[in-house]
């Protein structure tokens, strides 16, 4: 085995370029950048490997428009596909991005058969579902992101209304990611306090909306892309929290199976991330406006994995 870790990023655009730039800071492993596009992953890895003397970091970071740089990768992000432009729904991306992710899953599980694959590409919980068929993985070795991202805006909007540090803030997101995702204020806390004992109810949900448009909001900004800078950390605190075996509980997309009454299904979920991917799924008892948020959201989510078969 390598000496240290080996992280694969397919996609080498806007949020592969800084969950790599993110990890080598953290000195997680070492990097292979995989793009279509000839060039960008040779230069973004070799830019970023001469950050390395400045910022004090030794990993490794190569860039390939091929695979087999890929082999026996630890942890494979996949972040390969079109992004969101003005007008577009997240499930605009449905099939082409699944024509895509179903090609890289080949590629990757051919040369990485005990690798935990963590999906970035939108929409999210359908390419979880994809790439969890077509590589014949367990379940709990193919998760996606989401929730970390939609809490972090969460607890970004509440550490803002509250003038209080954002490390004081924990939140708590469930569902699909999508307009749909289900926010849970009464788990969500400021060193510990419910924000439901310290903030009145429309404030709240003025929050939660925001949340719930979170992406929107950027993309609007933006005009010719998507989220990347929350996107990447995101990803990376999930690949720490598998490669240093923290048995973190983070809010991940993972498959259900029977838990929260759903069945057979990804969904974002707290989850307890360590080195073997998803270790548990934390089960907490919803209230009955909560649950039928929850049904919902499974059932948007549901409604794309039948669009495409899986
Ligand atoms: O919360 C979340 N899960 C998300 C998801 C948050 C932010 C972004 N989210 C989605 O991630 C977004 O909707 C997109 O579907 C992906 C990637 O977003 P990004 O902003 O990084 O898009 P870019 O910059 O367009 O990068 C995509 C790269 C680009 O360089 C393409 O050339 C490449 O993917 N690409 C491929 N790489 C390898 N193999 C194939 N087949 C391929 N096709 C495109």
């Known amino acids: 085995m390598a000496a240290r870790p080996k992280i694969s990023i397919i996609g080498a655009g ?19 950048l995989v793009d279509v596009v000839e060039g960008i992953p040779q230069g973004k890895a070799l830019d970023l490997a001469q950050a390395g003397p400045v910022h004090g970091y030794d990993s490794h970071l190569v860039g390939s428009n091929g695979y087999d740089e890929t082999a026996d990768s630890d942890v494979v992000v996949i972040t390969a596909g079109l992004a969101r ?9 449905l099939f082409k991005n699944a024509e895509i992710v179903g090609s890289v899953v080949d590629q990757v599980v051919k040369r990485s058969k005990n690798a935990i694959l963590i999906l970035v590409t939108n929409p999210l919980d359908a390419m979880v579902q994809l790439a969890w068929r077509k590589s014949g993985f367990p379940a709990e070795r193919v998760l996606g992101m989401a929730g970390v991202l939609d809490s972090a805006r969460f607890r970004t909007f509440i550490a ?3 003038d209080v540090s954002v490390e004081n803030v924990t939140a708590f997101v469930l569902g699909g990611h999508g307009d749909t995702m289900v926010p849970l204020p009464r788990y969500s806390t400021v060193a510990g306090i419910p924000i439901t004992d310290l903030l009145p109810a429309d404030r709240i949900q003025a929050l939660v909306t925001r949340t719930a448009n979170g992406g929107a909001e ?6 010719t892309g998507s989220a990347y800078y929350a996107p990447a950390a995101s990803t990376v605190e999930m690949v720490e929290a598998i490669l240093k075996d923290k048995k973190k509980i983070l809010p991940c997309a993972a498959y259900l199976n029977g838990q929260y009454g759903v069945k057979g299904l990804y969904v974002g979920v707290p989850v307890k991330l360590g080195r073997k991917g998803v270790e548990q799924i934390i089960e907490i008892k919803l209230q009955t406006d909560e649950q039928a948020a929850f049904d919902k959201s499974a059932a948007a989510v549901r409604e794309l994995v039948d669009k495409l078969k899986l």
């Open 14 to 32: 806007n949020v592969g370029a800084s969950v790599a730039q993110y990890a080598v800071e953290r000195e997680l492993g070492d990097v292979v």
């Open 85 to 93: 432009k003005p007008g577009m729904t997240r499930d605009d991306l």
């Open 160 to 162: 803002r209304e509250l």
């Open 218 to 223: 950027i993309v609007s900004f933006l005009k």
